[in-house]
């Protein structure tokens, strides 16, 4: 009878595909296993259940979920589940923008918008929204639209402010066609047409260079 010997420096076969394969079904489980823990965490947050929301999106957030980082970033903004903490809330939300999570990129515009937690910085709000809206983040749009009007953060342009709002608009963001409206009514025809040509452009080219 023939006996099979392993060779010392050579790990049996068998074993490397069984750990090959286990390794493999982590893999595909693990997108499950994160949206059924997002689905979850939402739950709990819907019933008020702030503190264990709180617990599971910071499980979420720490394994590297975008989602969650966002989701946090809120909780410790708006103060649910634990003290109201705006430096924390950064920190959440630039770990998800740095995922170019459109939520967290709008999100930490705000804070630089209202200097809470971050240093205020207008420059910076109006970079980040860009980030959002070239995502196609309606509500990031729109605040794009706010800053071109008022020329916080960058040069007034009437212009481009219509452009945004009318994608906004388009997007279905609440206030948009208003804010598009009267600003048009302050605004040549010309104006106007050029607004509504870039912002076809724009959707056109998937909201890049716009």
């Not at 903004?77 to 995922?99: F, M, N, P, V």
């Not at 960058?154 to 388009?170: C, K």
């Amino acid at each position: 009878m023939l006996l099979k010997i392993n060779h010392p420096n050579k790990p049996d076969c068998r074993l490397t595909c069984v750990s090959l394969l286990l390794g493999w079904l982590l893999q595909l489980s693990a997108p499950v296993l994160q949206a059924e823990g997002l689905l979850e965490a939402g739950d709990a947050f819907d019933r008020g259940e702030f503190v264990t929301a709180l617990d599971l999106y910071d499980a979420l957030a720490e394994g590297g979920d975008a989602q969650a980082q966002y989701r946090l970033g809120v909780m410790y903004e708006q103060g649910l589940g634990t003290d109201s903490d705006h430096k924390i809330a950064a920190r959440w939300y630039t770990e998800a923008a740095e995922q170019q999570s459109p939520e967290g990129l709008a999100a930490l515009s705000a804070l630089h918008l209202k200097g809470a937690g971050v240093i205020q910085n207008f420059k910076e709000s109006v970079r980040l929204n860009q980030q959002a809206a070239s995502l196609g983040y309606a509500p990031a749009q729109y605040n794009l639209g706010v800053a071109y009007a008022n020329g916080v953060g960058t040069f007034r342009d009437p212009v481009r402010a219509h452009m945004w709002f009318n994608i906004a608009s388009a997007n279905g963001y609440p206030n948009a066609m208003e804010s598009r409206e009267r600003l048009a009514s302050g605004m040549a025809e010309a104006e106007v047409t050029r607004a509504q040509a870039r912002a076809k452009t724009c959707v056109d080219q998937d909201f890049s260079n716009c």
